[in-house]
């Protein structure tokens, strides 16, 4: 059953352009207030003015979210201004622009891909969920990317760290459905922004999806209407959700829609 989400609070990192300002707005058109962080001030000003046209409230906070201390003083100051988080979405991302094999690849920028990804939302969900087990309620999406579930050497760092923030989720989302918090891995298909129009398989496949189906799927997201598949891999660009939601309300095999080690066989004993 979908909650009103009017006047209360959503987090979203990577704000200030691209597939963040769109979840913003479209968080901000359901009612919801806004945090919006991103590394540029003049990106996530502007946002907010947008946000602010639907009469809700907005906080900015240009943040580096790789680093742990920033992100947990924005979370102390924002639960301060607004109130309790109930919906995270973790949108900042970078990818391997030089498009380079590993061996071949700058290591600092490999590893700042990797620590923008999947350490910038771990310090997010570190600092946001204690209050959300706290008050037993909370949803957290993750952007994702088809890139975690289909190798690219071009996207070492870029598809490592969506697995690992595959696992991750996997990893949580047990033990925080007994405290009634959801989590999503949802992947938002190849939408035009400047890092996807920088990225050649993007160009090649030349098959763009619109930005709304992520931000509907998000604002879903927010209502509680896509708890029954907490947990799970999605895919808006070719996903029926409401279709995955009355499927899980049957029973979805163990591991469906999550990361998981294929055995060879029967006789494997990993089976």
Same mark, same amino acid.
């Given at each position: 059953?979908?909650? &009103?989400?009017? $006047?209360?609070?959503? %987090? !979203?990192?990577?704000?200030?352009?691209? =597939?963040?300002?769109?979840?913003?707005? @479209?968080?901000?058109?359901? $009612?919801?207030?806004?945090?919006?962080?991103?590394?540029?001030?003049?990106?996530?000003?502007?946002?907010?003015?947008?946000?602010?046209?639907? /009469?809700? #409230?907005?906080?900015?906070?240009? !943040? &580096?979210?790789?680093?742990?201390?920033?992100?947990?003083?924005?979370?102390?100051?924002?639960?301060?201004?607004?109130?309790?988080? &109930?919906?995270?979405?973790?949108?900042?991302?970078?990818?391997?622009?030089? #498009?380079?094999?590993?061996?071949?690849?700058?290591?600092?920028?490999?590893?700042?891909?990797? #620590?923008?990804?999947? +350490?910038?939302?771990?310090?997010?969900?570190?600092?946001?969920?204690?209050?959300? =087990?706290?008050? /037993?309620? /909370?949803?957290?999406?993750?952007?994702?990317?088809?890139?975690?579930?289909?190798?690219?050497?071009?996207?070492?760092?870029?598809?490592?760290?969506?697995?690992?923030?595959?696992?991750?989720?996997?990893?949580?989302?047990?033990?925080?459905?007994?405290? @009634? %918090?959801?989590?999503?891995?949802?992947?938002? @298909?190849? =939408?035009?922004?400047?890092?996807?129009?920088?990225?050649?398989?993007?160009?090649?496949?030349?098959?763009?999806?619109? %930005?709304?189906? =992520?931000?509907?799927?998000?604002?879903?997201?927010? +209502? $509680?209407?896509? &708890?029954?598949?907490? $947990?799970?891999?999605?895919?808006?660009?070719?996903?029926?959700?409401? #279709?995955?939601?009355?499927?899980?309300?049957?029973?979805?095999?163990?591991?469906?829609?999550?990361?998981?080690?294929?055995?060879?066989?029967?006789?494997?004993?990993?089976?």
């Amino acid at each position: 059953m979908a909650v &009103d989400v009017s $006047g209360r609070l959503a %987090v !979203v990192s990577g704000a200030g352009r691209g =597939i963040g300002r769109h979840l913003a707005l @479209g968080l901000a058109g359901a $009612g919801m207030n806004v945090a919006l962080l991103g590394r540029r001030p003049a990106g996530l000003d502007d946002t907010a003015r947008e946000c602010a046209r639907f /009469g809700v #409230e907005t906080f900015t906070y240009p !943040v &580096d979210v790789r680093r742990s201390a920033a992100v947990r003083a924005f979370v102390d100051e924002v639960v301060g201004k607004l109130g309790a988080v &109930d919906l995270l979405v973790n949108n900042a991302g970078i990818a391997d622009h030089d #498009e380079s094999p590993p061996w071949e690849a700058d290591a600092d920028r490999w590893w700042e891909v990797l #620590e923008t990804n999947l +350490r910038g939302s771990f310090n997010l969900c570190r600092f946001v969920l204690p209050a959300m =087990i706290g008050a /037993g309620v /909370g949803r957290i999406v993750n952007i994702n990317s088809n890139v975690a579930t289909k190798r690219d050497i071009r996207y070492s760092a870029y598809g490592t760290s969506k697995a690992a923030l595959l696992a991750l989720s996997d990893t949580l989302a047990g033990p925080l459905r007994a405290h @009634g %918090v959801s989590i999503f891995d949802i992947s938002p @298909g190849m =939408i035009r922004t400047d890092m996807s129009e920088r990225m050649t398989a993007c160009l090649e496949r030349n098959q763009w999806v619109s %930005v709304e189906l =992520i931000v509907e799927a998000v604002v879903r997201v927010a +209502r $509680g209407e896509l &708890d029954p598949i907490s $947990g799970r891999y999605l895919h808006v660009g070719v996903d029926d959700l409401t #279709e995955l939601v009355a499927r899980a309300r049957v029973g979805l095999p163990e591991g469906a829609r999550t990361l998981r080690l294929l055995p060879h066989g029967a006789d494997d004993p990993l089976a």
